[in-house]
């Protein structure tokens, strides 16, 4: 990869956040039943970031899970012989609930896929909603999310680069990168 460079500051990450954890929470019939699930890796970053703001606007809560999806993708045998299968932490009844999936950046939609395939394994809840930080376009599956904070166009020979402080040591931004060919 050459020439990354940042796009999203942290202070418009933090802002966009917010804006999201309004919407979902303007937007939700029930908050007694909404449930905001993570997809590992840095979906779950964003997801704790969305439930924070969310608290804001509900004293009592929110319900909150992590969801591995390595078993769950169509690409497995092609990533590693060996999968890195992480724990899901789903502590609560999915079933009945408004689940809010939640991942960093949407693309070709696979993951997403993945992830309702997961969710279903705990239950069936009522409502299955998406929530990312940015969509970047060129889907492969019919998945558009509810809730998008910025949308980004790409071309095929670039990537975006969400980055988090738990895992990338850096305040929270989302960078560009393009991909030699």
């Known amino acids: 990869m050459i020439n990354e460079k940042v796009i999203v500051e942290s202070v418009e990450v933090n802002s966009i956040l917010e804006r999201m954890s309004l919407q979902i929470v ?7 039943n909404l449930a905001i699930v993570g997809i590992k890796r840095r979906g779950v970053n964003i997801a704790n970031r969305l439930t924070n703001h969310m608290n804001n606007f509900n004293k009592k809560g929110f319900l909150y899970g992590e969801l591995d999806i390595t078993l ?32 960093d950046v949407l693309y070709t ?55 988090v402080k738990e895992i990338d040591g850096i305040d929270d931004c989302v960078a560009i990168a393009t991909i030699e060919k």
């Open 72 to 103: 769950y993708r169509d690409d497995l045998t092609e990533i590693n012989s060996i999968p890195d299968v992480k724990k899901s932490t789903i502590d609560f009844d999915v079933n009945n609930k408004i689940v809010v999936l939640v991942d």
């Open 109 to 163: 939609g696979r993951t997403i896929r993945s992830a309702i395939e997961a969710i279903l394994d705990f239950g069936r809840p009522r409502k299955i909603l998406l929530a990312v930080l940015i969509d970047r376009g060129h889907r492969e599956l019919p998945i558009e999310a509810n809730f998008v904070g910025k949308y980004i166009q790409t071309t095929s020979n670039e990537v975006i680069h969400v980055k």
């Open 26 to 32: 303007e937007t939700s019939p029930d908050l007694n």
